[in-house]
């Protein structure tokens, strides 16, 4: 895969493209200073204690350093000598870090679409700022009465000076709700956006459906980030390669191409299977990662069909294949700051299963990634596993169920059932319990009933349709769709990725399946 980087050639003395730089950290050829950019952007020589620190910080916050709940201390992890498809060559023209093609947006200029997004928003600023200049050249009396407002501004502030810390205070929620009525308004247009449907002239939108049911659409506020309208359009293309969770077993990782795009939704393959077992994710899902993700994190990555563990590489898959693999800045999940936690890799805990959730069951830690962990039943298959956080409602200590008056399930095969203790079994599993403290409460949910919203249908997820809250508890909906009949009505968790506001579609560039009664449908414009 071939790709030119941005112009060398520069007016001035490059102090950042002189060094070598690895994993952030710069080298001047012929001397053995390091350095690095701190969190100021200031280019700082890294000392011995400052190195120390710093490997101890990257070993408590990366995956793959994560100890398990038997070792006490863990060795810092091997670095691994980066490989022949992964050679640097580019730098990003916002923050100066080096990488690969494997590494950059596909403009070969920004390492990551943080660094592509705040260029954008420089750039816009200084734009408005050129619009501005010109718009005050124009007339002398304009300028004039933005002179004396300015003035007028200044004697307030001078006056603002001796008044006490509440009427300060009193001023801030007028901002707030400045841009609270922005973002509403930008909501509301995208209500108006239409959908094509039985003709050339006949469409749907939002607006209108509301308006005839008299309903209202659940708001933007209510959903999480990665549920609600992106940021940016997604850079994710059919044919790229990457790793990725099995849906069906969450402890396997395995080689995706993807194989479709809708809008921020791809659909993945596994190589050489059948087109069967393909899936939908979002493209901002944690369960997808670049290419050589598994190798540097230690986890394993299971080989195309047909292909042997020792038979694959990626080096010679690619060459191979003649294929391109997805850029690691498209991924969201990678370089994330990840908050320390209480649980470690072995520990005990009881959750429950989510396909029978009448049973809570005895649970170990498996696996951990960022602040996610896999929790897998003891002596289950592993296609009961799921992946959660601190935060999960369907986790607890050991002796939550005996504390609040609940069955707990036992591990299948377990010798003395009726005299199960907690103390006993991880004694004799050499366990530790996760800590109480570990466990976090989530906040519920403050969606209403008869709230409306776009959802993805689990028995067809290439589809998402309008829906309607019927039912709720602490953090689930219970989803109706529009139009059908209530058999098809399900329970679905409220920060599930595959629910979203009115007019994520229109947002994003998916195609929604709406409701059409004929009265609905009409000659509507954007």
């Known amino acids: 895969m071939e790709s030119s980087g941005p112009s060398t050639a520069a007016p001035e003395f490059d102090v950042y493209g002189a060094m070598d730089w690895k994993d952030g950290v710069g080298t001047l050829p012929g001397s053995e200073l390091k350095f690095r950019v701190n969190e100021f952007g200031v280019l700082e020589v890294i000392t011995d204690e400052m190195e120390e620190e710093r490997g101890k910080k990257a070993h408590a916050t990366t995956t793959w350093s994560v100890p398990t709940a038997q070792e006490a201390l863990s060795k810092e992890p091997v670095s691994k ?66 002179l004396a407002e300015d003035m007028d501004s200044s004697m307030e502030i001078a006056e603002e000076d001796d008044e006490d810390y509440e009427e300060k205070e009193s001023r801030r929620p007028a901002r707030g709700a400045t841009r609270g009525r922005r973002k509403r308004r930008g909501d509301a247009a995208l209500l108006r956006y239409t959908v094509p449907y039985g003709g ?5 939108c ?44 969450p402890s396997m990782y395995c080689v995706l191409t993807i194989a479709e795009v809708l809008g921020h939704r791809i659909r993945l393959h596994f190589d050489k299977y059948s087109d069967c077992y393909d899936f939908w994710v979002n493209s901002s899902s944690p369960d997808i990662h670049p290419v050589g993700w598994c190798e540097k994190t230690g986890h394993k ?24 693999t997805a850029p690691k800045a498209l991924f ?39 602040s996610r962990f896999l929790v897998h039943f003891d002596n289950w298959d592993e296609s009961y596993d799921y992946w959660c956080d601190a935060t999960s409602p369907y986790i607890h200590p050991v002796s939550w169920s005996q504390e609040n008056g609940r069955t ?48 993805v249908d689990k028995r067809n997820p290439a589809l998402i349709r309008v ?21 098809y009505d399900y329970w ?22 709406p409701h059409f009664p004929r009265h609905f449908m009409e000659n509507c414009s954007r």
């Open 81 to 146: 000598e980066e490989t022949s498809w992964a050679q640097r060559g580019l730098v990003c023209v916002r923050c100066n870090r080096k990488g690969s093609v494997v590494d950059f947006l596909s403009d070969g200029l920004h390492c990551s679409e943080r660094c592509l997004q705040q260029e954008q928003q420089d750039e816009l600023k200084r734009e408005g700022s050129r619009a501005n200049g010109e718009a005050l050249g124009r007339t002398r009396s304009r300028m004039t009465e933005r």
């Open 200 to 204: 050339k002239k006949k469409a749907w």
């Open 206 to 249: 939002w607006a209108s459906y509301l308006e005839q049911e008299r309903a209202i659409a659940a708001p933007s506020k209510l959903f999480k980030e990665y549920q609600s309208f992106p940021q940016c359009k997604s850079g994710f293309r059919v044919g790229m390669r990457l790793e990725g969770i099995d849906p069906e077993h």
């Open 301 to 324: 990555l299971h080989p195309p069909k047909g292909m042997k563990d020792e038979e694959f590489s990626w080096s010679s898959y690619i060459k191979l294949n003649k294929i391109q």
């Open 332 to 370: 969201q999940n990678q370089n994330m700051t990840v908050t320390p936690s209480g649980f470690r890799v072995g520990m005990k805990l009881e959750a429950i299963d989510k396909k029978n959730p009448s049973f809570i069951c005895v649970a170990t830690i498996t696996d951990m990634v960022d």
């Open 408 to 455: 707990l399930t036992t591990p299948p095969g377990y010798p003395d059932v009726k005299n199960f203790s907690w103390e006993k079994y991880l004694a004799e599993t050499s366990s530790l319990p996760a800590p109480a403290r570990a466990f976090k409460v989530k906040p519920p949910h403050s969606f209403q009933l008869n709230m409306k919203l776009e959802v």
């Open 467 to 487: 829906a309607t809250v019927v039912d709720t508890d602490d953090h689930r909906l219970r989803i109706h769709f529009d139009g059908w009949t209530d058999e």
């Open 492 to 513: 679905i968790d409220a920060d599930s990725p595959d629910i979203h506001p009115a007019g994520w579609c229109a947002k994003t560039g998916h195609p929604l399946q």
